[in-house]
C-alpha cells in the first residue's frame, strides 16, 4: 500500500463500481488511487453477500460477490492502482492550482487533478466482527445532495462541484437504478468526461478494446510489464 505519491484520480470507495472504473480510465492513461475504509476491496458484495449468488451482471450466468471482487481486481491489475486501506476520506479541498488535496482518518492527504466518489451506501467500519455500516453521503462535504446521495447529471456523472464525480449507489438522477451495472455505466461516461477535462484536444472518437491497437497495446503493455 503505496499512498505516498499524488495521483490523476482518487476514487473514494473501493466497491466493485470504483473498480471497474478504475480500469475504464487506466485505458485512458489515468493512474488511479483507491481509499476505502474497510481492509479489501469490494464493497457491499464482499460484507453484505459475500458468498450470495448475484445473477444479473451482464456476461455471468451466476457469480457470488467475492469472485466478482477478485474478477474486477484481476482486470484492473495491469493499471497497478495505488490501494489505501483501513482509512476513511474526510473530505477534499481544491488548492490554487486546481487540483484536489484530500485528507483522510489515519492522517495522509493525496493529491488528485480529480475527485470520484463512490462510497456506495456510506461507510463501512470495520470491528469486532462484521463491519458496521455509517450510512449515508458524507455530511460535511460541500455538494448537493438528496437524503442519501450525491447529485449528478447522468451524461458526466459530475457533482455540484467540477472536478468531483460521483457514481454507483453514491450518485443519484432522474432514473437512477441501485445496481451493479448501473455502476458500470456510470463508470465508462464519468471517465469519458474525465479524459476531455484531463486531455483537453485530444481524442473523443470512442475507441474500441476489441479494434483499437493503441487500447490492446496500453493493456497489453501493462500487462507484460508485470510479468
Ligand atoms: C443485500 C443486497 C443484495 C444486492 N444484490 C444485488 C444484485 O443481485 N445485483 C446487483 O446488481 N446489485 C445488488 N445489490 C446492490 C449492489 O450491491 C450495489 O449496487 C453495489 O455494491 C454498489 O457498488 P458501489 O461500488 O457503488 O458501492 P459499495 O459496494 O457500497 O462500496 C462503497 C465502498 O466505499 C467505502 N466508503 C464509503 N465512504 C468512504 C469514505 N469516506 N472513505 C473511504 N471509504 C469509503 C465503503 O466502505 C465501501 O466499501 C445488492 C445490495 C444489497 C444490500
Redesign the pocket.
Known amino acids: 500500500m503505496d499512498a505516498g505519491a499524488d495521483t490523476d484520480v482518487i476514487l ?8 471497474f472504473a478504475v480500469f475504464q480510465l487506466g485505458l485512458y492513461g489515468l493512474k488511479c488511487t483507491l ?4 481492509h479489501r ?9 459475500p458468498d ?6 451482464p456476461g455471468f450466468p451466476r457469480i457470488d ?1 467475492l469472485d466478482l471482487t477478485a474478477r474486477l481486481l484481476e482486470q484492473i491489475a495491469p493499471f497497478a492502482p495505488r490501494l489505501h486501506f483501513g ?4 473530505g477534499f479541498a481544491q488548492q490554487p492550482d486546481g487540483r484536489f488535496r484530500v485528507t ?2 489515519d492522517g495522509a492527504a493525496i493529491g488528485a487533478s480529480v475527485v470520484v ?9 470495520p470491528g469486532e466482527g462484521e ?1 458496521s ?2 450510512a449515508g ?2 455530511p460535511g462535504w460541500p455538494l448537493e445532495r438528496t437524503k442519501d446521495a450525491f447529485i449528478v447529471d447522468a451524461e458526466r456523472f459530475e457533482t455540484s462541484q467540477p472536478g468531483v464525480f460521483a ?5 443519484h438522477y432522474p432514473g437512477k ?7 458500470f455505466h456510470e463508470a465508462a461516461l464519468m471517465t469519458q468526461a474525465v479524459r476531455r477535462i484531463s486531455f483537453p484536444g485530444g481524442r473523443t472518437a470512442l475507441a474500441y478494446t476489441t479494434s483499437s491497437s493503441r487500447l490492446r497495446k496500453k493493456i497489453e503493455g501493462a500487462v507484460s510489464s508485470q510479468e
Do not use: H, N, W
Open positions: 473514494v470507495g473501493a466497491g466493485p463500481v470504483a473498480l481509499v476505502d475504509s474497510l476491496a469490494g464493497g457491499q458484495c464482499a460484507v453484505l453477500y450470495k449468488p448475484i445473477y444479473d451482471v460477490g482509512t476513511t476520506v474526510t483522510m482518518t466518489i463512490a462510497s456506495g451506501l456510506g461507510t463501512f467500519v463491519p455500516l455509517e453521503p458524507a457514481i454507483g449507489d453514491a450518485c437504478l441501485r445496481l451493479i451495472l448501473s455502476g
